[in-house]
C-alpha cells in the first residue's frame, strides 16, 4: 500500500510557493519548464560557495571537501538513475549539451548510409542533436511519426523504421509538451532488435516518476535537475563499456578515467551540492528513517508522487472535460490516466496560446505557450506558429490549485 503524499509538509519547503499577486497566493502551473526548489537545494548551494569553495583534486581542506562532494554527488544520482555504478553518471551544464557532446562523439562510429531514428513526439534536445551528428557521418534520419488523436508513438511505424543500418534510436520517456508515457520497454526491445543502441531524454519524466536504467535497458539516460526541484545541472549515464570506448571531444590533460573522462572543465560543484540535496530531498519524502538505502526511499517516495499526481491529472481532466471552447491534446480517456504525466497542452477555439497565458498570468497563475522545443509535434498537428497553452502541475500542486486553474479557463474570454 503507498503511503499518501503529506503535500502540505512538501509545499513547507518551498518558500516560493508562499509566494503572493494581488493578494492571492500564485499557482505555480509552469513546473515543465522548471521546478521551484526547496530551501535544503538553495542553502546547500549558498552553503558550498560559502564554506568550501575550491577546485578539485588538491591537497588542502576545501578540495578535499569538493572532491568528498562531487564523489556523493555521484552516488545520489546513480541511485537516483537505478545504477550500480557511480562512475557511469557524467555530470554537464544541461541535458541539451551532454547531448550535443554525445552525439558528436557517436558519430564518429557511423558510415555513411547508416540510420539514426528519432521522433515526432521529442523535445528537439533528443532530436536535432543527432540529425546534426547524422548529417557529419552521412547518416540517414528517420523520423517516427505520431497517432495524432491522442499524442501517442505509433510503434508500428518505429518497428517500420528500423533496419539492419539503424546506429541509434533516440526517444523520450514523458513529452514536455502533451504527458505522454511513452512505452520504453517495447521501444528498446526492438531498438536492441536490430543492433540499434537507444538513447532515452529522461528531462521530463524524472520530476514525475522513479527512474530506472537497470529495468529500461537503455544505453545512454538523460536528465537535468532543474526539472526534479534542483539547480541547473545535466545528466547523462551511460553504459560503463560506451562511455569507455567512446572518443569523447575534451581537452589534454584531463582524466581519461570515468567519469572524467566524459565531463569537460571543472564543474559546478555548488550546482552539485544542490543537486545531492535535490535527491535527499526527494527520498525525504517518503517519511522512512535515512538509514534505510536511498534508493529505496526514492522508491517509496515517487510512489507517492505518482499517486497524488494522478489524483491532479484527473481532477484537471474532469474538470475541463465541460469547457467546449478548449481542446486538450493528448490522452484524456480515463482508463489511460496512467499512461501519463500531469502536464496538459491545450488550445481554445478563439484565444492564442499566448493571450490565454498573459490572462492567466493576470490572476497569477503561471503557465507556458509555444511548442517548448517540442516543434516537430507541434508542427505535425499544424499548431505552429502560436502552439499550445502547457499546464503542468509537479507534486507540490493541490487540488484547490486545480480548481482554480479550472476555473479560471472556464472564464478566459
Avoid at 562532494?69 to 545520489?76: D, E, K, N, P, T
Avoid at 491534446?329 to 481554445?348: M, N, Q, S, Y
Wanted: net charge negative; charged share 20%; with cysteine.
Amino acid at each position: 500500500m503507498v503511503s499518501p503524499l503529506d503535500v502540505a509538509a512538501c509545499r513547507a519547503c518551498f518558500p516560493a510557493l508562499e509566494r503572493l499577486q494581488a493578494g492571492r497566493p500564485v499557482v505555480y502551473a509552469d513546473g515543465p519548464a522548471g521546478s521551484q526548489v526547496p530551501v535544503s537545494v538553495a542553502e546547500a548551494v549558498t552553503g558550498y560557495l560559502l564554506r568550501h569553495n575550491a577546485n578539485h583534486d588538491g591537497m588542502f581542506a576545501t578540495s578535499r571537501e569538493s572532491d568528498a562532494l562531487i564523489a556523493a554527488a555521484h552516488r545520489a544520482s546513480a541511485e537516483l538513475l537505478g545504477a550500480t555504478d557511480p562512475d557511469e553518471v557524467v555530470f554537464g551544464a544541461n541535458m541539451t549539451t551532454l547531448c550535443l557532446a554525445l552525439s558528436r562523439a557517436l558519430a564518429r562510429t557511423w558510415n555513411r548510409g547508416d540510420e539514426v531514428v528519432v521522433t515526432r513526439i521529442d523535445h528537439d534536445a533528443n532530436v536535432t542533436p543527432w540529425v546534426r551528428a547524422a548529417e557529419d557521418a552521412g547518416a540517414v534520419v528517420r523520423f517516427v511519426d505520431i497517432h495524432p488523436g491522442d499524442c501517442t508513438l505509433n510503434l508500428d511505424d518505429l518497428k517500420r523504421k528500423l533496419g539492419p543500418r539503424t546506429q541509434l534510436v533516440a526517444v523520450a520517456c514523458a513529452s514536455n509538451a502533451v504527458g505522454t508515457l511513452n512505452p520504453l520497454p517495447e521501444i528498446v526491445a526492438a531498438a536492441h532488435g536490430v543492433g540499434a543502441l537507444v538513447c532515452l531524454d529522461a528531462v521530463h519524466f524524472a520530476p514525475h516518476a522513479l527512474m530506472d536504467v537497470a529495468d529500461w535497458d537503455a544505453d545512454f539516460v538523460l536528465c537535468s535537475a532543474y526539472k526534479f526541484f534542483g539547480p541547473h545541472v545535466g545528466l547523462l549515464w551511460g553504459r560503463r563499456t560506451l562511455l569507455e570506448d567512446l572518443k569523447p571531444y575534451k581537452v589534454r590533460p584531463a582524466s581519461n578515467d570515468l567519469p572524467g573522462r566524459w565531463m569537460t572543465g571543472t564543474q559546478n560543484h555548488e550546482g552539485l551540492a544542490g543537486l545531492l540535496a535535490a535527491i535527499d530531498y526527494l527520498a525525504s519524502l517518503s517519511g522512512a528513517d535515512s538509514a534505510q538505502p536511498r534508493r529505496e526511499r526514492l522508491a517509496a517516495s515517487f510512489a507517492a508522487i505518482v499517486e497524488h499526481e494522478r489524483q491532479l491529472a484527473t481532477r484537471f481532466l474532469e474538470g475541463v472535460a465541460p469547457l467546449a471552447q478548449w481542446k486538450v491534446w493528448g490522452i484524456t480517456d480515463k482508463p489511460r490516466r496512467a499512461e501519463r504525466v500531469p502536464t496538459f497542452a491545450l488550445t481554445h477555439e478563439h484565444l492564442r496560446p499566448r493571450d490565454a497565458a498573459a490572462q492567466l498570468a493576470d490572476q497569477g497563475i503561471f503557465t507556458w505557450h509555444g511548442n517548448f522545443y517540442a516543434i516537430e509535434l507541434t508542427e505535425t498537428l499544424g499548431l505552429e506558429p502560436h502552439g499550445l497553452l502547457r499546464i503542468g502541475f509537479l507534486h507540490y500542486n493541490t487540488l484547490a490549485e486545480v480548481d482554480r486553474v479550472v476555473a479560471a479557463l472556464a472564464e478566459l474570454r
